[in-house]
Structures are given as structure tokens and as C-alpha cells.
């Protein structure tokens, strides 16, 4: 399944129709094609044609990739590549004076920016397929699974006695930190309908968790303290980027959860860079994920748990 944004899947579909429609000139007029690249006649003719059925080839890749952008990263990196290469011939033929100064400029307006968006789809696809690989892994789960919780059991062994919401918060002072536990207290009842337990991970300490999670009415909730972090490692939890804290959006969203929601915010502890994440365990198995790909996401928690009508990664043991 495709865990990354939607726009990494319409980023490689419209390269692939672009390649596809570039083809499709090339193949119906190319004296045309070959008089603006500043190429001449190109003999022999089968030589454009095995061209044209490369780009092709590349754009039928593309389309296939699109459908998951973290399983076929390979696609995009060497799609990547031969448009690197093809840039690269260009300035090349030029310096040799094989090529007028307007190839270089349809060359760049043909490659760089697909060169770009290639490079940052791999980038995001890179970071997918090595979140899926640490969550999957059966050794690092395992481990993970022997972290106690404040009540002195494991995770693998409330895990065998029912299933377990194990919900990841970032720091304390966070204004989505502090929606998310106002959304777990009121949807505490729904999520353990079925026999759920709610374990809470956070980055303070164990006395710090009990003081916070009481003011939401979940100071007897089940929690574990990781002010190392080793547990969201564990589970494939990513880093925030710079570039997350100057999205509008997110702005927007702080004040929803800060002031509408009347969540407020306060003072910092734990890794402010750390991104959340909710994950449902049965029998030492991990059966359904969110991981966060913003800091402001705001994950269904009870469709987590039911699985209806939920857009998360799944996992069969």
C-alpha cells in the first residue's frame, strides 16, 4: 500500500503522461521534434525510433510507479538518472559545438524540472520504504514489544491479553500533542468498546506523564516514559522537517487546536522535531499504523482501532 502523500503518485503520473505525449510527438512528427532540439535529420531513422521508444518505455514505468512511489523507487531513480544523463549529453554536444545554444535551453526546460520533482519523490519514497522496513522488521518489533509500561508489563504481554492502541505524542507543550489527548479522553469509551487498551508513549518523564495525562482525565491510562526516544525509533517515527514549522497550513491548524479548540500550548518537553504516530498491536503483531507525515495531522483514532473506512497501512502477519 501507498503510504506516502497523494502527491507523489500525481507527481510521477504526470511525468509518465508527459514522457508518453512527448513520445507520441516524437513518433508523429519528428523532423519537427528533431529541427527544434537543433538535431537535423537523424540517421539512421531507427536510431530516433529507438529513442522515442525509450521515452516511452520511461513514461509506461513512470505510470506503474505512481501506483506506489515507495515500492518502485527504483523507477524513479533511474528515470531520474537518464534525464541527469540526457542534460548532461546536452551540454556535452555543445561543448563540442555539435548543437546550437537553444538546445541548451530546451534541454534544461525539457529536464530540470522533472530532475527536481523525480529527485524529491525519490527523497520522500526513500524515507517511506526505510519507515516500512524498521516498523516490519520482526527482530526490531520484537525488542520493541519488551518495553515495560508503567505498570510493569510488557507490550507484547497486554498485547496477548487484547489489543493495544499504542498512541505516540510529541512534546507536551505541543498544541496537537494536547488535541490528540483531548481526542483520546473523549473517544476513550468507543476505542475500549471492543476491549482496546490505550497505552500512551511520551518523551518526559514518568511523573511528568502521570501530572499532564490527569489534566485530560487519563492519569490511569496505561503509559510508557521514552525521553530517549529508543521506542519511536523502534517503530519507524520519523523527524519533522524545517519546512514543516513555515507551512501556512499548519499555522491555520495551530490555531484551530491552540485557541478554537481551547488547547493551548506550553512549554517543551521532549524532542519538539519528533513527529507522532498511532499504531493497534494484537498478539505481539502489528495489525494497522498511522504514522504522521505532518506535525498537525489529526488521525481517527477509532477507526484505527475498528478499521472502517480508514486510510492507514495495514500489515498481515
Known amino acids: 500500500m501507498n503510504s506516502l502523500k497523494p502527491w507523489t503518485s500525481r507527481a510521477l503520473a504526470a511525468a509518465g503522461i508527459y514522457e508518453l505525449a512527448w513520445a507520441a510527438a516524437a513518433a508523429l512528427r519528428g523532423s519537427v521534434i528533431q529541427g527544434w532540439m537543433g538535431l537535423g535529420p537523424v540517421q539512421p531513422e531507427a536510431a530516433w525510433l529507438a529513442l522515442v521508444g525509450a521515452v516511452a518505455l520511461g513514461g509506461t514505468a513512470l505510470l506503474i510507479a505512481a501506483s506506489d512511489p515507495a515500492r518502485h523507487w527504483l523507477i524513479v531513480a533511474i528515470s531520474a538518472a537518464a534525464r541527469a544523463g540526457a542534460f548532461a549529453g546536452t551540454l556535452f554536444l555543445l561543448w563540442q559545438g555539435r548543437l546550437p545554444q537553444r538546445s541548451l535551453y530546451l534541454s534544461a526546460a525539457d529536464n530540470l524540472p522533472w530532475i527536481a520533482v523525480l529527485a524529491t519523490v525519490l527523497f520522500a519514497a526513500h524515507e517511506a520504504a526505510l519507515g516500512r522496513r524498521r516498523c516490519g522488521s520482526s527482530e526490531i518489533l520484537g525488542l520493541a514489544l519488551r518495553t515495560r509500561t508503567n ?167
Open 151 to 317: 505498570a510493569g508489563v510488557t507490550l507484547d504481554e497486554l498485547s496477548r491479553l487484547s489489543p493495544v492502541l499504542l498512541v505516540f505524542l510529541r512534546h507536551s507543550g505541543c498544541m496537537f500533542c494536547r488535541e490528540a489527548l483531548t481526542d483520546l479522553a473523549g473517544k476513550r469509551r468507543q476505542i475500549e468498546a471492543n476491549g482496546t487498551r490505550l497505552v500512551l508513549v511520551h518523551m518526559g518523564s514518568e511523573e511528568q506523564g502521570a501530572r499532564f495525562f490527569a489534566k485530560y482525565g487519563l492519569e490511569h491510562a496505561t503509559r510508557i516514559s521514552d525521553p530517549r526516544r529508543t521506542l519511536y525509533r523502534a517503530f519507524g517515527l520519523p523527524r519533522a522537517t524545517l519546512g514543516m514549522f513555515f507551512n501556512p497550513k499548519l499555522v491555520l491548524r495551530g490555531f484551530q487546536a491552540a485557541v478554537l479548540g481551547r488547547n493551548g500550548f506550553g512549554r517543551f518537553t521532549g524532542d519538539v522535531f519528533q513527529l507522532p504516530g498511532a499504531f493497534l498491536l494484537y498478539y505481539g503483531e502489528l495489525v494497522r499504523c498511522y504514522r504522521h507525515q505532518n506535525i498537525s495531522d489529526r488521525p481517527d483514532y477509532v477507526a484505527l482501532v475498528t478499521g472502517h473506512s480508514y486510510a492507514a497501512e495495514e500489515f498481515s502477519s
